[in-house]
């Protein structure tokens, strides 16, 4: 027989209405996957096309604001944009293939926080990965900021009061849309995606073909202007001048990270896929930045007060063309829409890096869970939240908050490619081309460590101490989390050490309870001290009284567990192995005993449908839920510890039936 629907009543009553904000939730964000449709990984996985789209965008619209940034660095000494077009392409690359070696390595994704873990130690692990979160909060900021600045180039200056706002509504737009799923965000956006890639190729390929019959000209001014800047700077200046604006212009390079950390959302195979989208990315990230720099170096382009080097570069460009203003409309528009584009990367990295980061007790576990979409509800919130905070505190200042993004980038940057490093030399013995493999890491090391350097010291006090204190409270927050969890675990463990060692009978067979008979419903885990403390007090507390147990499990597809299709089986083969060990410890105890499992995105809602149906299996059942108790409440412990057995309680109780919560207490 099915389990009641959700919200059943009590016999004799009225099913009652959903609620209006549920209904508008429905409507907004979609109705509830279906876990049992085997297609559904695969239907909501993406291809490389796809994933192009949804992580390279974040990459591919940084062109919008790195270049701009390092050109307007050069000054008065643009002819060194020719040299930076050549280190920026080149630098793309080198990033890009070093990832596509993490990619190898990591076929579930996790990018820098999984490969630091791993290489270097839980802490390096925790440093990266809160530099990884603050980064993709960063990433959606900047991506809608830039996207105002884009798209207000466009509109009077009068019109710029519009732009926070218009930019807060924006990101609460891509919150909603997020949470239907990344994969019908991404489909819905993808026109903006071809337009931009269209109407860039058209500028950056036209504008030099255009200048193609003055460019020697063009580069003998360039050599005049080198040899100037020679005698003026000297070697050392016009080094110290080149690397500084290739360092400032680091945003060019902050979104390559993405791919390799979002692999577990590609279509098997991962590693194949993944390598072919950072391909894609790669190739059209060093065309589009370097390109861009040309065309500036090529065109003359100097700053203009409140609008982009592409908004002036694209306004010079039509004046060669026929319905040039048409041209700039589509160009300018898609711009600012690809960059909206690009913000899907913070939501659709950021939850996941904070997903994996509470599978380790980094942060609170809540955050690995999944809605009933299948995505990281909680997670895409508080994206949100965030980077809407960080628009209201930087005002939309692009240039501020570039500064602020790069920091943390190349922290992430430079940490992996520190941890691959050290992996290869470790197995240097091992591979006897490990030379080979380990000069990609370290070129990498060596890019990104002088951009890092030079970013802090140039704009340390420009926006980059804001970024080192918020990561290091990030950091300091969830070592504290860490801990907590850690102590939990101790007391739990030594529960566990204190139960009776019920001697385990091999080849017991379990005898099924007698549905006439009063029994015990005692819902459990993963098998172990809570679930066995829970079992051995009701027998305890309540001697002779219940003739059997009914072991009571619900397993919960969350982010560790949504990686491949066949996810729902093996999820159902571990609560069932774990069931299976709880009706062997009672069958040690001469203890009729049988179980009911299910699976499912929320505990609570699966475990009501299943005690319901155990209740019409054993009418006389009681059920039993444990709940970590501690000896003095503090309003954290419930944003860190699930109030599972409370909710459940009270759906229970609405629906006539009886339940108690079996404290664990931990002092």
Same mark, same amino acid.
């Given at each position: ?8 009543? +009590? ?11 549920? =209904? ?31 992580? @390279? ?14 050109? =307007? ?51 390096? &692990? ?26 207000? %180039? ?10 926070? +706002? ?14 239907? &799923? ?16 269209? *109407? ?12 193609? +019959? ?29 690397? =500084?604006?290739?360092?400032?212009? &680091?945003?060019?390079?902050? @979104? ?65 063309? +026929? ?49 009933? =979409?299948?995505?990281?509800?909680? /997670? ?14 930087? @005002? ?22 520190? %941890? ?7 197995? !240097? ?14 070129? @990498? ?25 918020? *990561? ?43 549905? %006439?008979? !009063?029994?015990? /419903? ?21 001697? &002779? ?52 499992? %299910? ?67 931990? *002092?």
């Amino acid at each position: 027989m099915e389990p009641d629907p959700v919200g059943s009543a +009590p016999d004799g009553q009225s099913k009652p209405s959903t609620p209006v904000f549920t =209904r508008l939730w429905r409507f907004l964000i979609g109705p509830p996957r279906d876990l049992n449709d085997h297609s559904l990984y695969r239907r909501l996985s993406l291809i490389p096309a796809l994933a192009w789209v949804g992580l @390279g965008a974040d990459g591919l619209s940084s062109s919008a604001y790195g270049p701009d940034e390092a050109f =307007r660095q050069l000054g008065a000494h643009s002819y060194l944009a020719l040299g930076l077009a050549v280190l920026t392409a080149f630098t793309v690359f080198v990033i890009s293939y070093a990832y596509s070696r993490v990619i190898e390595h990591f076929p579930h994704g996790g990018g820098g926080y999984v490969v630091a873990t791993k290489f270097m130690g839980p802490r390096a &692990g925790l440093v990266s990965g809160c530099a990884l979160i603050v980064d993709y909060v960063m990433t959606i900021t900047i991506s809608i900021a830039a996207a105002g600045d884009a798209l207000f %180039s466009l509109l009077p200056h009068q019109w710029a009061l519009l732009k926070l +706002p218009i930019e807060i509504a924006i990101v609460i737009f891509l919150t909603i849309i997020n949470l239907r &799923g990344m994969r019908e965000s991404i489909l819905a956006l993808t026109p903006i995606f071809i337009v931009f890639a269209f *109407t860039h190729l058209v500028l950056i390929v036209g504008g030099v073909l255009i200048k193609a +019959p003055v460019l020697p000209e063009t580069v003998g001014s360039a050599m005049n202007g080198f040899s100037s800047g020679l005698e003026t700077l000297g070697w050392g200046g016009m080094a110290a001048l080149f690397f =500084r604006a290739y360092s400032l212009g &680091g945003g060019t390079y902050t @979104g390559i990270e993405a791919v390799s950390n979002g692999l577990s959302i590609m279509r098997e195979p991962h590693v194949e896929n993944g390598k072919r989208t950072m391909l894609y990315m790669a190739v059209s990230l060093a065309f589009t930045a370097s390109g861009l720099l040309l065309c500036y170096m090529l065109w003359n382009i100097a700053p203009v007060e409140g609008k982009t080097m592409n908004a002036v570069l694209t306004e010079r460009f039509v004046g060669t063309v +026929p319905m040039g203003w048409l041209f700039v409309l589509l160009t300018l528009g898609s711009e600012g829409a690809l960059l909206v584009v690009a913000a899907q990367t913070g939501f659709a990295d950021g939850p996941r890096v904070l997903a994996n980061m509470a599978v380790d007790s980094w942060a609170p576990r809540r955050f690995a869970a999944l809605s009933d =979409r299948l995505t990281a509800q909680n /997670g895409i919130l508080l994206m949100g939240l965030m980077s809407v905070g960080a628009i209201l505190y930087t @005002g939309g200042n692009v240039g501020l908050i570039v500064v602020m993004y790069s920091i943390n980038v190349f922290v992430t940057f430079s940490m992996t490619q520190v %941890s691959m490093c050290r992996f290869w030399l470790g197995e !240097r013995a091992n591979y006897p081309d490990w030379r080979r493999k380990i000069s990609i890491h370290v070129i @990498g090391l060596i890019m990104c460590l002088m951009i890092l350097a030079l970013t802090v010291y140039e704009k340390f006090l420009d926006g980059g101490w804001i970024t080192l204190i918020v *990561t290091g409270t990030l950091i300091c927050l969830f070592m504290v989390i860490k801990s907590h969890y850690g102590r939990v675990a101790a007391k739990l463990a030594s529960l566990y050490a204190e139960l009776p060692q019920t001697p385990l009978q091999k080849g017991c067979v379990p005898v099924n309870p007698d549905p %006439s008979q !009063r029994i015990a /419903g005692i819902l459990v885990s993963d098998y172990g001290g809570l679930g066995l403390h829970t079992f051995l007090s009701v027998f305890r507390e309540f001697p &002779g009284h219940f003739k059997g147990v009914v072991f009571v499990s619900v397993g919960v597809i969350d982010s560790k567990e949504f990686k491949g299709e066949n996810m729902v089986e093996s999820l159902k083969a571990n609560v069932e192995k774990s069931l299976k060990q709880y009706l062997e410890f009672a069958c040690g105890l001469n203890i009729p005993a049988s179980y009911r499992m %299910s699976t499912g995105t929320d505990a609570v809602e699966e475990a009501e449908k299943l005690c319901l149906s155990v209740a019409r299996d054993f009418p006389h059942v009681t059920f039993f839920a444990g709940k970590i108790l501690f000896e003095k409440e503090k309003w954290y412990q419930q944003i860190l510890h699930n109030e599972t057995a409370f909710a459940l309680q009270r759906r229970l109780q609405w629906a006539g039936k009886t339940v108690v919560v079996a404290p664990a207490r931990v *002092t």
